[in-house]
């Protein structure tokens, strides 16, 4: 039997219709009133679990499932040693650095240098500003960054950007992307290359 990881959150609705639409079907997910963590489909032949975004490749790559849907950014941040197969086109959204709308930083390299910078994508964040030869403070925080600037505690964010919405109600604009970020489908490793449960039919399916 296959296991799929499927991560709570933005992506689960699409994920869920993804798999329907190959004959897996998992709605029960989708039942507000369930608090089940897995399930299993109606034929039989896999089964699902319900977790974190951020826990999503560490169940595959441990091989607790065989396959997942993630976000690019939670790869890109967690590096994990699964194999990246499917860009699956949904769930689009860009990694940013934004600052305080009134502030007078207009691009990532005018931030001043030993700045700080908040944000929950800290490997990311640190990445990003070495590439740009820029020693700046990576401050974890990991709810509402936006405070960050907002309190003046850091002179930037690094964070996740959609709609933008967000940003503009707390007054912040964006000055640089990182990359931009979709679902992708991962799946583990071993499994994947020995065709466990019929693996390859199913991601061939999915593509």
Avoid: W
């Amino acid at each position: 039997m296959i296991t799929v990881a499927l991560p709570k959150g933005e992506l689960l609705k699409n994920s869920i219709h993804l798999l329907q639409s190959v004959g897996l079907d998992f709605s029960a997910f989708l039942d507000s009133g369930t608090r089940q963590l897995q399930i299993p489909d109606t034929s039989g032949k896999a089964k699902a679990l319900l977790v974190r975004a951020q826990d999503v490749p560490v169940y595959v790559e441990y091989g607790q499932a065989q396959l997942g849907i993630v976000g690019y950014d939670v790869l890109r941040e967690k590096k994990p040693q699964v194999a990246h197969l499917v860009d699956l086109q949904f769930g689009y959204c860009r990694m940013s650095v934004a600052v305080k709308a009134s502030s007078a930083y207009r691009s990532a390299l005018e931030l001043p240098a030993d700045g700080r910078v908040a944000s929950k994508y800290v490997n990311c964040a640190r990445e990003y500003f070495q590439s740009l030869d820029l020693p700046v403070e990576i401050v974890p925080l990991y709810g509402s960054v936006e405070l960050g600037p907002i309190t003046g505690m850091s002179e930037a964010i690094v964070d996740l950007v959609s709609s933008g919405r967000t940003l503009r109600e707390n007054g912040l604009i964006e000055i640089a992307t990182l990359y931009e970020s979709t679902a992708r489908l991962i799946a583990h490793p071993l499994s994947y290359r020995l065709n466990t449960g019929n693996l390859h039919k199913l991601v061939e399916d999915m593509r």
